[in-house]
């Protein structure tokens, strides 16, 4: 397979943010790239990253950013070998926590040994342009095994399967976190189906939902107020089950983000200091079991 051609990589230079996040902040979702001199991507990688995107400068984003936690979700780009993930938990024990990529017929001994490493959730995906993965029924199969380990279930979707993949969702045995507001468009309104399936999945109380990726949902461009009505939403829906995050470096934008502004946002997403408390620090403490 031939991979796809390298899309923009991180802003070197982001704003700092007016925001002071609350103590215990934490970056529910970004990825890591690379070195690929140590971590080569995988063969077989949907799309290929401009350029690394390592640890160092990720503990250096979340120091300006003012985020003291994180949790690391294996890139595609590196496909099923977590090490590059692995090798940024190991960095900062406590601090760090970490999704991997499984196949789903991964035995509870492999989870068990990737949860030594900090790993606390399986993601699959139902993206076009990530390419084909494991069945619903099949994941929900292996979510046994995940409740075995202590995991939880993490999906990222095309807007359109919200609906059709929510009674399998709700069957789950575990927690299952939606990502990045389920990929909704926010141009077509908070009425939209999509969005109305999401939010009456969030009413189960084992369903998560990450308010990252207004960049991506937006189709308005930079600061992507069009997304805002949505997050908020969200997080005033679900209340002690929504997490946030940046998404850095970003993969597959045309136009990358300034992570700062992206923190901004939080003020208008969760208006208060306890909505943000909650979305920053006691859920994902809740989720990922931070200390």
Not at 75 to 89: E, K, M, V
Not at 144 to 171: C, D, F, K, V
Request: net charge neutral; glycine share 8%; aromatic share 8%.
């Amino acid at each position: 397979m031939t991979a796809a051609a390298p899309l923009p990589s991180f802003n070197p230079s982001p704003a700092k943010p007016r925001l002071r996040l609350p103590a215990g902040a934490c970056d529910s979702h970004f990825h890591v790239f690379g070195p690929q001199a140590r971590f080569p991507f995988a063969p077989d990688r949907s799309y290929t990253p401009a350029s690394d995107a390592p640890k160092e400068t990720l503990f250096a984003l979340h120091r300006h950013l003012g985020i003291e936690r994180g949790v690391v979700v294996q890139s595609a780009a590196h496909g099923l070998d977590n090490s590059a993930a692995a090798d940024l938990i190991a960095a900062k024990p406590g601090a760090y926590r970490g999704i991997a990529l499984v196949r789903p017929d991964a035995t509870t001994d492999q989870l068990r040994t990737l949860g030594t490493q900090g790993f606390a959730g399986a993601r699959f995906q139902f993206m076009k342009h990530l390419g084909s993965g494991a069945t619903m029924e099949q994941i929900m199969t292996f979510a046994t095994r995940l409740a075995e380990a202590g995991w939880h279930l993490q999906i990222h979707m095309e807007n359109e399967l919200i609906g059709q993949l929510a009674p399998a969702l709700m069957r789950s045995p575990v927690p299952v976190v939606i990502d990045h507001m389920g990929r909704v468009d926010a141009s077509r309104g908070i009425d939209q189906e999509p969005f109305r399936d999401l939010l009456r999945l969030l009413e189960d109380p084992k369903v998560w939902v990450k308010v990252s990726g207004s960049e991506r949902i937006s189709r308005a461009g930079s600061p992507w107020s069009d997304a805002i009505p949505f997050a908020r939403k969200l997080v005033e829906a679900g209340g002690d089950r929504v997490v946030w995050g940046t998404d850095w470096p970003h993969p597959n934008l045309k136009e990358v983000p300034d992570d700062g502004v992206l923190v901004d946002l939080i003020a208008e997403i969760a208006p208060t200091e306890a909505a943000r408390r909650a979305l920053l620090v006691d859920n994902p403490r809740q989720l990922y079991g931070f200390q």
